[in-house]
């Protein structure tokens, strides 16, 4: 059974910094890739970063220079890195992680942790 574990989330006045961390935990063959998406209240859910096996990043507009994604393949683990936050950033964020897992079969899915909320106070 895999299992996403986020951490890292809490209150954070603005223009301050926060790092959020995920593993992944399981019987896993591979990850493809893993990203972070946020959703607000009362708005969709909507991906922040993504970050793929060649370490190939991708970012929402709305935090790019901001923002970081990074990975430790053998530890299978994705961070984000958040500087110079807006109270616009406040949301519950979800780590996710599209992977292989190679029992009872090898297999490609997708999962999603439950969620770290972060809020960005004026």
């Known amino acids: 059974q895999v299992q996403l574990v986020e951490s890292g989330g809490g209150l954070v006045q603005a223009g301050g910094s926060l790092t959020l961390s995920c593993a992944a935990s399981?019987?896993?063959?591979?990850?493809?890739?893993m990203g972070w998406y946020r959703q607000a209240p009362g708005k969709q859910r909507e991906l922040v970063a993504s970050i793929n096996s060649g370490s190939s990043t991708n970012y929402a507009d709305s935090v790019k220079g901001r923002f970081t994604i990074s990975r430790d393949n053998a530890e299978n683990t994705v961070d984000l890195q958040m500087s110079r936050l807006k109270p616009e950033d406040t949301a519950v964020y979800y780590c996710n992680a599209q992977l292989t897992t190679i029992r009872p079969i090898l297999r490609t899915d997708n999962y999603w942790g439950r969620g770290t909320q972060v809020t960005v106070s004026s």
């Open positions: 399981g019987n896993i063959f591979h990850i493809n890739s």
